[in-house]
């Protein structure tokens, strides 16, 4: 009986052990779970964002020029960036339209068109070493053309060939159609022989090598073409010269993550200027072109090319034909309203309204 009773309390504590063994198991399974998930969730690689390029040169340099700064978001995003740069600014609008683009480097022009359509809001604007607020559009003749003035290029009307950029382009179409032939009821596309349209840098080629008479550029592109091709540019000459063009901005998709939106805004607005690393990153900035950093900005900047846009569908429905004068006149009196009504909107969204913007305005 005493060795039974024995066998039985070795069998009970034995099934005990056992238990608290597999107790112990659960318990530290239970335990061990949530960690390893956390674990996982955080070792999880975020979503790449992409990165649209408006070309200064060509698309390939340009995405060589930008990798370096967007590696360093990429970092500090702790997520991949990935870029494009496409050959022609209605491919980069394209882009932007389908959202297959999240932050993009883009003109006024192109910027007001993502705004506008509530895809996309402005967070910062170019800044240049020199301190310049802006950038010129320009014409270009050779230095012994017989167009001395803007009086001889008029004269003429029919005889020059002409090279401009597309159509969405500020300095290349935009700025000078409007300063140029709209203040004079004319339209260059009919005013010239002939007119070719590529982009500043085989422009400004095809004038140095008298394939055409005069051509549009503009001032920060021609610091760019006099370092390649200096002795093409010391045969042109500057026939005019606009108003002051806002610098190109830094736009990103308005239905990002507000928190993301925000790591965006601080990385841009402070890259180059903070922290022990500005100065190699001010260097990266120099590959682009002469870029000192990126200054906080609102869609409120887009103004001046709202006003571009506006005295070009002027110009349309003056030189028109309309069944009737009353026809005429509405047709002005929408574009007046809702060119009044861009403007509200653009002034309404003058600031990011991101929570903890830290000290941007």
Request: net charge neutral; charged share 20%.
């Given at each position: 009986?005493?060795?039974?009773?024995?066998?039985?309390?070795r069998?009970?504590?034995?099934s005990?052990?056992?238990?608290?063994?597999?107790?112990l198991?659960?318990?530290l399974?239970?335990?061990?779970?949530?960690?390893?998930?956390?674990?996982?969730h955080?070792?999880?690689?975020?979503?790449?964002?992409?990165?649209?390029?408006?070309p200064?040169?060509?698309?390939?340099?340009?995405?060589?020029a930008?990798?370096?700064?967007l590696?360093?978001?990429?970092?500090?995003?702790?997520?991949?960036?990935?870029?494009?740069?496409?050959?022609?600014?209605?491919?980069?609008a394209?882009?932007?339209?389908?959202?297959?683009?999240d932050?993009?480097?883009?003109?006024?022009?192109?910027?007001?068109?993502?705004?506008?359509?509530?895809?996309?809001?402005?967070?910062?604007?170019?800044?240049?070493?020199?301190?310049?607020?802006g950038?010129?559009?320009?014409?270009?003749?050779?230095?012994?053309?017989?167009?001395?003035?803007?009086?001889?290029?008029?004269?003429?009307?029919?005889?020059?060939?002409?090279?401009r950029?597309?159509?969405?382009s500020t300095?290349g179409?935009?700025v000078?159609?409007?300063?140029?032939?709209?203040?004079?009821?004319?339209d260059?596309?009919?005013?010239?022989?002939n007119?070719?349209?590529?982009?500043?840098?085989?422009?400004?080629?095809?004038?140095?090598?008298?394939?055409?008479?005069?051509?549009t550029?503009?001032?920060?592109?021609?610091?760019?073409?006099?370092?390649?091709?200096?002795?093409?540019?010391?045969?042109?000459?500057i026939?005019?010269?606009?108003?002051l063009?806002?610098?190109a901005v830094?736009?990103?998709?308005?239905?990002?993550?507000?928190?993301?939106?925000?790591?965006?805004?601080?990385?841009?607005?402070?890259?180059?200027?903070?922290g022990?690393?500005?100065?190699?990153?001010?260097?990266?900035?120099?590959?682009?072109?002469?870029?000192?950093?990126?200054?906080?900005?609102?869609?409120?900047?887009?103004?001046?090319?709202?006003?571009v846009?506006?005295?070009?569908?002027?110009?349309r429905?003056?030189?028109?034909?309309?069944?009737?004068d009353?026809?005429m006149?509405?047709?002005?009196?929408?574009i007046?309203?809702?060119?009044?009504?861009?403007?509200h909107?653009?002034k309404?969204?003058?600031?990011?309204?991101?929570?903890?913007?830290?000290?941007?305005?």
């Amino acid at each position: 009986m005493a060795g039974k009773h024995s066998a039985d309390k070795r069998k009970s504590h034995h099934s005990w052990v056992t238990f608290r063994r597999a107790a112990l198991v659960v318990l530290l399974a239970l335990n061990w779970l949530p960690l390893h998930a956390a674990t996982a969730h955080a070792g999880k690689p975020q979503a790449a964002l992409t990165f649209g390029i408006l070309p200064i040169g060509g698309p390939s340099e340009s995405l060589d020029a930008w990798r370096p700064m967007l590696d360093d978001m990429g970092k500090a995003l702790q997520r991949p960036i990935h870029s494009i740069s496409v050959s022609t600014y209605e491919g980069l609008a394209q882009a932007m339209s389908e959202e297959r683009v999240d932050i993009a480097f883009v003109s006024g022009v192109l910027a007001l068109d993502a705004v506008n359509h509530d895809r996309m809001q402005v967070i910062a604007q170019l800044t240049r070493g020199d301190g310049s607020r802006g950038y010129y559009s320009v014409l270009l003749v050779q230095k012994d053309s017989p167009i001395r003035t803007l009086d001889d290029l008029y004269r003429q009307p029919g005889h020059w060939r002409f090279a401009r950029g597309e159509a969405l382009s500020t300095s290349g179409y935009l700025v000078p159609e409007t300063q140029l032939f709209a203040s004079h009821k004319l339209d260059s596309d009919t005013f010239f022989a002939n007119v070719v349209v590529n982009n500043h840098q085989n422009n400004a080629l095809s004038v140095a090598n008298g394939e055409v008479d005069v051509a549009t550029n503009n001032t920060a592109d021609l610091e760019r073409f006099a370092q390649h091709f200096p002795e093409q540019y010391a045969r042109l000459r500057i026939l005019w010269k606009s108003t002051l063009i806002p610098h190109a901005v830094i736009i990103v998709r308005k239905d990002l993550a507000p928190q993301l939106r925000t790591a965006i805004v601080d990385f841009i607005t402070h890259y180059a200027k903070t922290g022990p690393n500005a100065a190699a990153e001010l260097g990266r900035l120099k590959l682009i072109h002469d870029i000192s950093g990126f200054a906080p900005a609102g869609d409120a900047m887009l103004a001046p090319f709202a006003d571009v846009d506006y005295t070009l569908e002027r110009r349309r429905a003056l030189s028109a034909q309309w069944v009737n004068d009353a026809a005429m006149q509405a047709r002005l009196q929408k574009i007046e309203y809702d060119h009044q009504q861009l403007l509200h909107k653009l002034k309404a969204n003058s600031s990011m309204d991101l929570p903890n913007h830290g000290d941007q305005p």
